[in-house]
């Protein structure tokens, strides 16, 4: 049997790096009083307005829950197969050569911290960013914000498209690959082993791009994560209203917002305990381009 591809942490897509690592330090700034930090650094995200229209969207439910399912709730399993069945009838990409590059644009808007001062929403910009097929030649970052950045991405991206093709395609198999993967990264910092399989599970549905009967796998695995629910009325950077699934996991939820009558993958939202926005995306285009920099 093939070994498996392992994630590695400088593979993790935007600002997840800031996710695993900030939430043992949010706890400990918290217990101290000091403000709370968490950045982000590779996400995708789709948005549009300004930061106050992001900051106003709406939270719906009660913020976490006492007690949690020991499986994905009814709910998130129908969202989720839903997404695996669209998955599965998607077109695949036909052949891809190692010499192509996956692109994938979004809109998004996270917080940061500047030189020690308050944490600030960023305005909701357009991202763009061109991942070799098979991580052997550098990729490339635009971000339309500071001045329209423009990063040549040289060397770090180990967990390529072609890893993701040789990932189980059986869902349970998929579901110990996230665990065994995801228990690998955290380095003991966060001992919530099914709130790190759904994360990197958060992280592959979002800046990457896999084959369908990888993409339905992935979907699947993630009902046999505990504690996975639904959020109705959530709306993504963009305004398109859908359903999110979340797990409520310390002060930070993530909501993966997906299509209300598709199932289809729309981005996320982040809140903090206190409803707070933290980060906000929507994916707007997914594709195989013959080099970086081209648009589909």
Not at 64 to 70: F, I, N, T
Request: hydrophobic content about 40%; some cysteine; glycine content about 8%.
């Amino acid at each position: 049997m093939n070994q498996l591809p392992e994630l590695p942490e400088r593979d993790l897509p935007p600002g997840r790096h800031r996710l695993l690592k900030e939430r043992l330090m949010t706890e400990i700034r918290r217990e101290d009083q000091a403000a709370r930090t968490r950045a982000r650094w590779l996400l995708p995200a789709l948005g549009a307005g300004a930061v106050a229209t992001v900051a106003a969207i709406a939270f719906t439910v009660p913020f976490g829950s006492s007690s949690a399912p020991v499986v994905a709730s009814k709910e998130a399993v129908a969202v989720l197969e839903g997404a695996a069945r669209g998955a599965e009838s998607g077109v695949p990409y036909g052949r891809v050569r190692d010499d192509q590059f996956v692109y994938i644009k979004s809109r998004v808007a996270y917080m940061h911290q500047v030189n020690g001062g308050p944490e600030k929403l960023d305005p909701v910009h357009t991202r763009e960013i061109w991942n070799s097929v098979n991580g052997s030649t550098s990729g490339l970052l635009e971000e339309d914000i500071d001045n329209n950045q423009h990063v040549v991405l040289e060397g770090w991206q180990d967990f390529t498209y072609r890893d993701l093709a040789e990932l189980p395609t059986d869902p349970d198999e998929m579901y110990d690959w996230l665990c065994e993967t995801s228990a690998k990264k955290v380095d003991g910092e966060h001992p919530d082993g099914d709130e790190e399989a759904f994360v990197l599970f958060g992280d592959l549905v979002q800046e990457s791009l896999m084959p369908p009967d990888v993409s339905a796998a992935l979907y699947r695995a993630a009902t046999r994560i505990p504690g996975v629910e639904v959020v109705r009325g959530v709306k993504d950077a963009v305004g398109r209203e859908g359903v999110a699934i979340t797990r409520q996991a310390g002060r930070v939820q993530v909501q993966m917002i997906f299509d209300g009558k598709t199932s289809v993958f729309l981005g996320e939202r982040e809140l903090d305990d206190d409803g707070t926005v933290r980060g906000i995306s929507a994916i707007l285009d997914r594709a195989i381009v013959d080099k970086a920099g081209q648009r589909p």
